[in-house]
């Protein structure tokens, strides 16, 4: 499976998907998010791609926490160079 931004949209309105990614102060951390509106109760089109990052729900914490696509390490277990 190819990973790019697209792909990796559609699994997160699919269902729940790990990203691990490296936060702005290069720490590395593991999300555990969804699009999904049955999951979130919230319109997908509500959180948009804003400048470069994209807010998911963090289904561990119940809030919505935003990744920047560059900082992205790999997405369901498949490494990625950024995406």
Request: glycine residues 10%.
């Amino acid at each position: 499976m190819s990973i790019n931004r697209n792909t990796v949209v559609n699994l997160l309105k699919e269902g729940t998907v790990e990203i691990k990614f490296t936060k702005t102060d290069g720490s590395l951390r593991v999300l555990n998010g969804t699009l999904n509106e049955e999951l979130t109760g919230v319109e997908v089109a509500a959180n948009p791609t804003e400048g470069g990052a994209l807010s998911v729900l963090d289904t561990n914490l119940g809030e919505y926490r935003a990744f920047r696509w560059e900082s992205v390490k790999s997405v369901a277990g498949t490494a990625v160079n950024g995406l």
